[in-house]
């Protein structure tokens, strides 16, 4: 069964299926660099499925190419203000515990990535690690972050800045939803 892609992430496959074949690797190939199958590849390409940012940079880091790659950029914009009204939160995939909203991104030369997130509870992600550094601030909650071989708890108004080239994860802790500020670099969309 097929899921519904949000209009603004079908140019994700687009984009991924021009810099593999520009690269000459197959499908077959890539999923054997990145670990994922060539089957979701595949289903990402036709636009029947949106990758997760783990899942995304797996994909960026097997093409060799940073994740704003798939991204269009705004053009040379060096300000942008987004109201509350306007605001356009996102779940990579319909039953997901976790919805985003980016903050800050595609800004001409951005340096970071910021996002809000909402983590529901029993929602966790997979251990990942990339290049760059990772800031959260809790906003809302508690979260429990798993960075290398530490582990820390963070509640409201308190905040984590860590190197993400170790393996990191965050899994909600309270019985309540998380709702915390990330912001990531190098910047990722």
Do not use: C
């Amino acid at each position: 069964m097929g899921t519904v892609v949000d209009d603004d992430f079908r140019h994700l496959g687009q984009r991924l299926q021009g810099l593999r074949r520009a690269q000459g690797l197959t499908l077959e190939l890539l999923a054997s660099d990145s670990g994922l199958s060539a089957g979701y590849l595949s289903q990402i390409e036709n636009g029947q499925a949106v990758p997760s940012l783990t899942a995304l940079q797996v994909i960026a880091a097997s093409l060799g190419v940073e994740v704003a790659t798939f991204f269009p950029e705004e053009g040379a914009a060096t300000t942008r203000v987004v109201r509350a009204a306007d605001r356009h939160a996102f779940r990579f995939e319909p039953q997901s515990g976790e919805e985003y909203a980016v903050l800050a991104q595609q800004v001409k030369d951005s340096a970071f990535t910021a996002v809000h997130a909402r983590h529901l509870p029993g929602a966790g992600a997979l251990p990942f690690r990339h290049l760059g550094e990772e800031f959260a601030l809790v906003l809302s909650g508690r979260l429990r972050l798993q960075i290398g071989d530490e582990t820390r708890e963070l509640g409201p108004g308190e905040w984590a800045h860590y190197s993400s080239q170790h393996g990191h994860s965050a899994e909600v802790v309270s019985g309540e939803p998380v709702e915390a500020l990330w912001i990531l670099t190098p910047a990722i969309v």
